[in-house]
């Protein structure tokens, strides 16, 4: 009860910061430049590529190109090899680290540390339990549950089905499978044939959905998080026919959610799932508090879940998100590119270039952003010790039920 008054009131105080550039603190001024760190995990996929290099463009965008030093460390899965590389950015004087984190649980005590030290943690996507860290996420928005049960109306309550993972051990993956079995579960007609982890990748996605369609070549529907482009061309690869889907946000996905040819082979679905963008908006709230622009203990933000079936698939007409468009035309970006990379509100200064080479947009400048943060409610082993989960954790939000158990 504590801390979430404490969210509440921290979420009031949010200083209002305007419109415009953001000015040059007294810390910039004299010539000191803010230490920052870009703290990665797993890597090596299209989402993890993108919520860098968004960061990466960000801090090279004026006046934060004058103002910040970023650091970038890739550590692996290994959860040791993040906490030592969290305790020699501590060593080094951090004055923030942004980071997608390996564990919501092993992390803590060095996270603690650092706190105690002074620096800023904030995390992206993944989340700790920690309370001195910032956790920025859609994690608690509830894609689990929500495309569980498209999937379960797409299939009429009954079939064979897969799970495709993420990456073991991660907070994403728990709260997304926690949430898609609670929904599952309810419905004796699912059976949940075979289940992997695809470390949210295409090609690793590919290849594991390929080894559980040797087995089960009747499969009525995929259950998938990130790297669901994949699973379609393990099911064109074995003989052409598709089955609904449920998926995260990849170009190519939502590109054949909307084909007519693709329909016609069985395909359906739903594209939900992480915005990259979560870094971004991470990286500049860190920045509003070194600047002394905004007042906000930590506490634990929701991104929202985007949500985007079939029949409202907007193709854009170029390079940008504009009147509703939500997917890029074939061969502006990479199928894998992840299209909720980019914000109009949250992050305005970035492009689709931003977010496949880290670079700058031309005379943009860092805009404000919102006052308003909204919280996030409380999840135990997800973003909080100790605390007492909503009566209605996994209630859907963005779909109803139209079969009944």
């Not at 995390?123 to 910032?134: E, K, L, N, W």
């Not at 880290?358 to 605390?387: D, F, R, S, Y």
């Not at 963005?398 to 158990?405: A, F, L, N, R, Y």
Request: with cysteine.
């Amino acid at each position: 009860m504590k801390r979430s008054m404490l969210m509440l009131a921290t979420a009031m105080m949010a200083a209002t910061f305007g419109s415009g550039v953001v000015s040059q603190p007294a810390h910039a001024q004299d010539g000191k430049k803010f230490k920052i760190y870009l703290s990665l995990s797993y890597s090596g996929n299209s989402w993890q590529s993108e919520a860098a290099n968004i960061v990466k463009a960000l801090a090279a965008t004026p006046p934060y190109n004058d103002m910040v030093e970023l650091t970038e460390v890739i550590s692996g899965t290994d959860p040791q090899a993040q906490i030592s590389a969290y305790e020699s950015m501590i060593e080094a004087g951090a004055d923030g680290i942004v980071s997608f984190p390996i564990s919501s649980t092993a992390l803590n005590r060095t996270i603690k540390r650092g706190c105690e030290a002074g620096v800023l943690f904030f995390m992206y996507d993944a989340t700790v339990t920690q309370p001195c860290a910032y956790n920025v996420s859609y994690i608690t928005s509830g894609f689990g549950e929500n495309s569980a049960q498209a999937l379960v109306n797409e299939l009429g309550g009954k079939g064979k089905i897969f799970l495709s993972r993420g990456v073991p051990g991660n907070s994403v993956d728990k709260r997304h499978t926690d949430g898609a079995l609670s929904v599952f579960k309810k419905y004796p007609g699912i059976e949940i044939a075979a289940e992997y982890y695809s470390f949210w990748d295409d090609r690793t996605t590919q290849q594991e959905t390929a080894k559980a369609l040797v087995a089960h070549p009747d499969v009525d529907g995929i259950w998938a998080q990130a790297g669901e482009y994949g699973a379609i061309q393990a099911l064109l690869d074995k003989g052409g026919k598709l089955v609904p889907m449920t998926g995260e946000n990849s170009n190519g996905f939502r590109l054949a959610l909307a084909d007519p040819a693709m329909q016609e082979k069985g395909l359906r679905g739903v594209s939900a799932g992480s915005p990259p963008a979560q870094s971004g908006y991470a990286f500049k709230l860190m920045m509003e508090i070194l600047t002394k622009k905004r007042e906000l203990a930590a506490t634990n933000i929701e991104y929202p879940l985007p949500w985007v079936p079939a029949d409202k698939v907007k193709i854009c007409k170029g390079e940008k998100f504009e009147d509703g468009c939500n997917a890029f035309a074939d061969g502006v970006v990479p199928s894998s590119f992840v299209t909720e990379v980019l914000d109009p509100v949250l992050l305005p200064e970035l492009s689709i270039q931003s977010a496949l080479n880290g670079t700058p947009v031309e005379g943009a400048t860092i805009q404000a952003l919102p006052a308003e943060v909204k919280l996030a409610p409380n999840e135990p082993e997800i973003n909080c010790q100790g605390c007492e989960p909503p009566a209605d954790l996994y209630h859907l939000t963005k779909i109803e039920p139209t079969v009944q158990p």
